[in-house]
């Protein structure tokens, strides 16, 4: 399968700890992005990587969550002391960035679902 | 101030039948409206892309307009299936947002189709 894939699908943790989540982009796929997405809204940016580089952060990403992508091909985001206000969807997904443009598409991984007790 | 509205919130159709999904949005100026199909528990799949100068995108039994003067898009699923059964997405990318990171994503309409 060549899709974006996420690890792990889901995710029940106690308020205070620390969780990683990883995404495997699509090979080749310079752009990644994370989103968060809560129940019966639409997903939220949160953070974008060209290759290595995190070229935007969202207000969203406050200073507990943290997301790398040092080889410029997996990515892993980080949630230290979890609050119950974490708990969402957490959706990775990847483009290209060869096309250019805004017409390019993104294609999303099935994400890791955050359940903070 | 949501910038993508759509409505209605939640819909149940009978198998077979059509219906019509709604998106409103603010975003001006922009470069191209997505509708986006999103399964319970995975993530959303590209369903049309139109730019702001296209009025009709079909995909299979999905056909999506687009009215840039009014700011509407709407969303046309012809006879439809128990697998249509998702969240459909409205999605606008400002004119000069640099790149996908500026998706703004409407809240969703939740679609049931019951045999």
């Known amino acids: 399968d060549t899709g974006v894939s996420q690890d792990p699908r889901h995710k029940i943790t106690k308020r205070g700890q620390n969780v990683t989540f990883r995404c495997d982009p699509i090979s080749e796929h310079n752009r990644l992005y994370w989103y968060r997405q809560t129940l019966g809204q639409g997903p939220e940016f949160l953070t974008y990587f060209q290759n290595e580089a995190q070229l935007e952060k969202s207000r969203l990403l406050s200073d507990r969550f943290s997301a790398e992508r040092p080889k410029g091909s997996f990515s892993t985001l980080e949630i230290q002391r979890t609050e119950q206000g974490d708990s969402a969807m957490y959706l990775c997904?990847?483009?290209?960035?060869?096309?250019?443009?805004?017409?390019?598409?993104?294609?999303f991984g099935s994400g890791t679902q955050l359940s903070v007790l | 101030k949501n910038q993508v509205e759509q409505s209605p919130q939640s819909l149940i159709i009978l198998e077979g039948k059509n219906c019509t999904l709604q998106c409103n949005y603010t975003v001006s100026p922009f470069s191209n409206l997505r509708w986006y199909k999103q399964d319970t528990g995975r993530g959303p799949v590209s369903l049309t892309i139109m730019t702001f100068s296209e009025n009709t995108k079909s995909n299979g039994r999905y056909t999506a307009t687009l009215d840039a003067d009014t700011k509407q898009s709407s969303l046309h699923i012809t006879a439809s299936q128990l697998s249509d059964s998702a969240s459909y997405i409205c999605v606008v990318i400002p004119m000069f947002s640099g790149g996908y990171n500026k998706l703004i994503f409407g809240a969703g309409t939740r679609l049931a189709v019951h045999p």
């Open positions: 997904a990847s483009s290209s960035g060869r096309e250019g443009g805004t017409n390019e598409k993104l294609f």
